[in-house]
């Protein structure tokens, strides 16, 4: 089964400019500070505008949110985009790996409790 | 006359809780975020974060949280997740001897990845042994620890952050 992805574009500030809403409804956040709500987002957005090489994807599997819109594990990619202008921006993917990654919580929760 | 604006935008810092599995980060993650504890365990499998701000002589720093999967080493852990952090919070458990044996090749391994990174050393849950007892192990350690804490009763994990908090601003 394949997984279901959302593709959501950013500016250099963070603010929203597209996403094709496949997991969650973005309406609320358009032309806003996406920063503000994902404390992931604000904890890595400017080293990924600053450090990320064009042509680079740079992941962080197994996202665990605190979002009531976005419950589960989801893999998190980013990646360097042209925008208006030749401006510079951010595309952000978010595959939903739920049922695998519970899985394998699951698997690792006997484990490591055989030796704690 | 030049007009000198002053913007006090907030200060806010990515801060990792790592360590081995079961030696208390989430908890310490929960006790700071929303001064909860629970004595049930269920492992991280990746990452959480969250954010909280604190006041340290009157300069608000939000610290940016990051709840990481427990690794038996260091080098397990995705470098992806160390991106933009400006300080560590090594954990281990003062009961479990495996959890704080591969300390010195650990913090070896996250200083030469992070150089100039603030890097703290956390005894945690401090409430289930004696105060001779933990003083024998920091002793044993021959590692210095920088606190030790209990995200059960809460002891020290304020101050942990507040340390951390401090290193910001000065
Ligand atoms: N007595 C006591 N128990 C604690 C303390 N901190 C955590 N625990 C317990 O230790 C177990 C593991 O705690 P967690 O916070 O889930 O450990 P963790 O480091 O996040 O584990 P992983 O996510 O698997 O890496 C849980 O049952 C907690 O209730 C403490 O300070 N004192
Ligand atoms: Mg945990």
């Known amino acids: 089964m394949s997984k279901v992805r959302q593709t959501i574009t950013l500016?250099?500030?963070?603010?929203?400019?597209?996403s094709c809403d496949s997991l969650f409804?973005?309406?609320?956040?358009?032309?806003?500070?996406?920063k503000e709500f994902f404390p992931f987002l604000e904890s890595v957005f400017v080293d990924l505008i600053q450090t990320l090489e064009t042509g680079r994807i740079i992941q962080?599997?197994?996202?665990?949110?605190?979002?009531?819109?976005?419950?589960?594990?989801?893999?998190?990619?980013?990646?360097?985009?042209?925008?208006?202008?030749?401006?510079?921006?951010?595309?952000?993917d978010v595959v939903d790996a739920t049922n695998e990654y519970t899985d394998l919580q699951t698997e690792q929760q006997s484990a490591h409790e055989k030796e704690l | 006359m030049r007009l000198q604006i002053l913007i006090n935008f907030m200060l806010s810092r990515k801060v990792i809780l790592t360590g081995s599995f079961g030696v208390g980060k989430t908890s310490l993650f929960s006790r700071f975020i929303n001064n909860t504890f629970s004595d049930r365990y269920i492992t991280t499998i990746g990452v959480k974060v969250d954010k909280k701000s604190l006041e340290i002589d009157g300069q608000e720093i939000?610290?940016?949280l990051w709840d990481i999967a427990g690794e038996v080493t260091q080098n397990k852990v995705p470098n992806s997740y160390f991106l933009g952090a400006s300080a560590i919070?090594?954990?281990?458990?003062?009961?479990?001897?495996?959890?704080?044996?591969?300390?010195?090749?650990?913090?070896?391994?996250?200083?030469?990845?992070?150089?100039?990174?603030?890097?703290?050393?956390?005894?945690?849950?401090k409430d289930l042994l004696d105060q001779e007892k933990i003083k024998t192990i920091g002793e044993d350690l021959g590692y210095p620890i920088d606190l030790y804490t209990s995200a059960k009763t809460g002891?020290?994990?304020e101050n942990l952050f507040e340390t951390i908090g401090r290193g910001f601003i000065e």
Request: charged content about 25%; glycine content about 4%.
């Open chain 1, 11 to 18: 500016d250099q500030r963070g603010y929203l400019l597209t």
């Open chain 2, 62 to 64: 939000s610290i940016l």
């Open chain 2, 155 to 157: 002891e020290n994990v």
């Open chain 1, 25 to 34: 409804p973005t309406e609320k956040f358009l032309n806003k500070d996406l």
């Open chain 1, 60 to 92: 962080f599997p197994k996202v665990e949110t605190k979002h009531i819109f976005l419950p589960g594990f989801y893999d998190y990619s980013f990646r360097l985009i042209r925008i208006r202008n030749e401006e510079i921006g951010l595309q952000w």
């Open chain 2, 89 to 125: 919070i090594y954990v281990f458990d003062l009961t479990r001897p495996s959890t704080y044996k591969n300390i010195k090749l650990d913090i070896d391994y996250l200083n030469k990845m992070l150089p100039n990174i603030t890097i703290l050393i956390v005894g945690n849950k």
